[in-house]
């Protein structure tokens, strides 16, 4: 059993399962936007908020919003534990790898708001 | 024949440097690179690798031949070096002892680490533990490794984490004792496994498949490990 200081306590199989599943839901996410896309023949800002503005699609793309971040986050730590090692930044690397993993999640949390805030004020927007 | 062949000797005070040497090979044959290795070690005998069994048996000989690692003794030159210039390098991933020679030393860690051994708890019966053929069955791709460390050398998820990446050759010996029915730590072994780095840094890249010199899949035993965790965490 590898413990390492920047792994956060967390579980090689949780991570797996995580990115899986998150995975298939962006995927379902991705299907049906292009099938609004494909089968609208008037695009425009209106369709795209009258189709965006249900509760069940709020609550989809909140989803799919959710299953982004978790993705990125266990992606970006992945590769943050392949390239910030002691070989190549010394003995600091754990403070480099904690000012990483601190920037990536404040991005993360950002990407998170940003579209949420956006798509829980479509009805306010729409008006 | 045009060759190229990796040098460093920890006694000078020199960095590794290529060092390019001309060598006329018998014609009409198709010589191993391990033949190639002793013509040039017959010309300078400073020239340091490993060898045994010259059959591809111990794997002793594993060196990285243009690009690609494998073992030396049963890798003919013709495909080796197809275009004619053979360049010869220790292999990646580990550190240098001297010239052809590597540290195997994190390799072993890594294959220690799996408890390469049969752990069964239950009293020894009178002459041995049976098993069913289809219970032997199982252990075929598995038990052949004979540790040469083409594979884990040839994977970037240990380039990157050799300290923490058990490695597919470690993986493929820990699957092997996963699979085998005499084994009673099963739930120990997948315990020790569970971590985010030991198996699931592998991404599926596949050179480990690609250059095994016996032609065995540890992609495949890590992805069986993997089902098995995934079994015993629902």
């Not at chain 1, 004020?121 to 008006?127: K, M, P, S, Y």
């Not at chain 2, 038990?143 to 540790?147: A, K, Q, R, T």
């Given at each position: 059993m590898v413990i390492n200081v920047g792994s956060l306590g967390r579980s090689g199989l949780r991570d797996f399962v995580l990115q899986r599943v998150s995975a298939v839901v962006l995927g379902l996410y991705g299907l049906c936007i292009t099938g609004f896309f494909a089968t609208t023949p008037a695009m425009d800002h209106g369709a795209l908020v009258g189709f965006m503005d249900s509760v069940t699609m709020k609550v989809f793309t909140t989803l799919a919003?959710?299953?982004l971040a978790m993705h990125a986050w266990v992606g970006m730590w992945t590769v943050g534990t392949d390239y910030i090692r002691r070989h190549y930044f010394g003995r600091g690397h754990t403070v480099y790898l904690a000012v990483y993993q601190l920037v990536c999640l404040g991005t993360i949390f950002v990407y998170v708001l940003w579209p949420l805030s956006v798509v829980w004020?479509?009805?306010?927007?729409?008006? | 024949m045009q060759i190229s062949v990796y040098r460093f000797d920890p006694d000078k005070d020199e960095p590794p440097r290529m060092e390019d040497v001309e060598l006329d090979l018998p014609e009409g044959r198709d010589l191993m690179v391990l033949d190639v290795l002793e013509l040039l070690k017959?010309?300078?005998p400073s020239i340091a690798y490993r060898r045994s069994c010259r059959e591809g048996v111990c794997g002793s000989d594993g060196i990285n031949m243009n690009?690609?690692?494998g073992l030396a003794c049963i890798t003919p030159v013709s495909e080796a070096a197809p275009r004619g210039k053979l360049t010869l390098r220790p292999l990646p991933g580990l550190p240098v002892v001297r010239d052809l020679v590597?540290?195997?030393?994190q390799f072993y860690r890594q294959y220690e680490k799996i408890t390469p051994w049969l752990v069964n708890d239950t009293p020894p019966p009178a002459q041995e533990r049976l098993q069913m053929p289809e219970e032997r069955e199982k252990l075929n791709g598995l038990?052949?490794?004979?540790?040469c460390a083409c594979c884990s050398t040839a994977c970037p998820?240990?380039?990157?984490?050799p300290d923490k990446f058990v490695g597919p050759a470690g993986l493929l010996q820990a699957?092997?004792?996963?699979?085998?029915s005499r084994d009673t730590a099963t739930a120990e072994r997948l315990a020790a496994l569970e971590d985010p780095f030991s198996v699931f840094r592998c991404r599926g890249i596949m050179n480990c498949v690609s250059v095994c010199p016996k032609g065995l899949n540890p992609t495949r035993a890590i992805g069986k490990i993997r089902t098995m965790l995934l079994s015993q965490g629902i």
């Open positions: 919003v959710v299953s004020r479509l009805g306010g927007l729409a008006a | 017959a010309q300078d690009g690609r690692n590597v540290d195997m030393s038990y052949e490794c004979i540790l998820s240990f380039w990157w984490n699957y092997r004792f996963l699979a085998d």
